[in-house]
């Protein structure tokens, strides 16, 4: 027992001591800041009006003008000591005269600054604005991110087009899609009017350009191209997606809720789109490459009803044997596993000259 108090009274004795170090401490602070002056923060123990010889109330052409005039007076590269009020260290007191006018000419810095004066109490308050203002990015954050987000989509529309000419190109290049081209211009009489005579007769070389382009533009509008290589959209890039995502999201939830509602409250028999949904969902497919399937095998999937997933189950394991068939009897796959077995990556040899 008389061990017990014992601890309990050194106990309250550090605690009486940690209180008594606090308010000393605490006490000591005070009076050393009670004009709000702090090391460490804008002027430090020196006032910033006093460090430029103006006044609280003066304007910011004032401040100003008595800045050009001290950091004439003490630049480095100017500075001629004369006289006893001659400075010992002149650049210390041009970093402190530009320390003080970048405080007082900015609105905000100056309405800290100020405030820090009246309430020099408020210690914490003063260190986070003043670093808070130091450290913060000279930029606009959200400035940076609207000019990455336009140059990154502009990079994406560029991409995008580059890809839907390539392959028109390509498609101007196949006979199948050429030669029915060639033969819907000839029945709209584009390609007639390219041979003409006298003096509006062109040379071969102009007249094959422009049949060229005919056939290229018969080719755009008539072609259907899905996927990665469709015709880009403004809508469908970075930017526009982002600003649409709100119209996207909101009418997401309403056709999740209207699922749910119909399908498994109501109980309502799959229609063909929901039908084609689930399957494209079963097999891991965008939306671009489902589309770009052909019709007679969307057909296939919904005769084979891929939509249960038991039935996808087994058209996927089908799908991967017959994979394996194919693979075993490609000749190219033969000599893979040839190679790698005769020779393969891992084994050394001497060669004998």
Same mark, same amino acid.
């Given at each position: ?5 014992? *601890?309990?009274?050194?106990? &309250? &004795? ?23 002056? !702090? ?29 050009? *005039? ?57 260190? @986070?604005? @003043?670093?808070?203002?130091? &450290?913060?990015?000279?930029?606009? !954050?959200?400035?940076?991110?609207? !000019? ?31 030669? *029915? ?6 029945? *709209?009489? #584009? &390609? ?50 982002? #600003? #649409? ?24 028999? @799959? ?20 589309d770009g399937l052909e019709d007679h095998q969307k057909e ?7 939509? #249960? ?45």
């Amino acid at each position: 027992m008389a061990a017990a108090g014992r *601890q309990r009274e050194g106990m &309250l &004795l550090l605690v009486l001591r940690l209180c008594a170090v606090s308010f000393v401490l605490q006490s000591g602070w005070l009076l050393g800041r009670a004009d709000g002056l !702090v090391e460490g923060l804008y002027c430090g123990a020196l006032s910033c009006y006093d460090v430029l010889g103006v006044t609280r109330d003066s304007s910011k052409s004032e401040i100003a003008r008595a800045y050009r *005039q001290l950091a004439r007076r003490y630049h480095p590269d100017r500075y001629k000591p004369s006289g006893p009020e001659a400075e010992e260290n002149p650049e210390e007191k041009f970093l402190l005269v530009a320390t003080a006018y970048e405080t007082l000419k900015d609105e905000e810095a100056r309405k800290d600054y100020d405030y820090m004066l009246d309430h020099p109490d408020e210690f914490y308050r003063h260190y @986070y604005h @003043y670093y808070r203002r130091r &450290l913060a990015p000279k930029v606009d !954050v959200r400035i940076v991110i609207m !000019v990455t987000v336009c140059a990154i989509s502009l990079f994406q529309y560029y991409s995008w087009w580059s890809s839907y000419s390539e392959a028109i190109h390509y498609l101007t290049t196949v006979p199948k899609y050429r030669i *029915q081209a060639t033969e819907i211009a000839k029945q *709209q009489g #584009l &390609l007639n009017r390219t041979k003409e005579k006298g003096k509006n007769r062109r040379s071969k070389e102009d007249i094959k350009e422009e049949e060229e382009e005919i056939i290229k533009d018969i080719i755009k509008n008539n072609i259907d191209i899905k996927g990665g290589y469709q015709k880009p959209r403004l809508y469908d890039i970075l930017l526009f997606q982002i #600003l #649409l995502s709100p119209y996207y999201i909101c009418r997401y939830i309403i056709w999740y809720c209207t699922w749910i509602y119909r399908f498994h409250i109501k109980g309502e028999e @799959y229609g063909e789109e929901e039908k084609l949904y689930i399957i494209r969902k079963n097999m891991s497919m965008s939306q671009g490459q489902f589309d770009g399937l052909e019709d007679h095998q969307k057909e296939t999937f919904l005769e084979r009803k891929l939509w #249960l997933r038991e039935n996808f189950e087994v058209y996927k394991l089908e799908q991967e044997e017959e994979l394996k068939k194919k693979v075993a009897s490609d000749p190219r796959w033969k000599r893979y596993r040839r190679w790698m077995k005769n020779e393969g990556p891992g084994r050394l040899t001497f060669i004998d000259d």
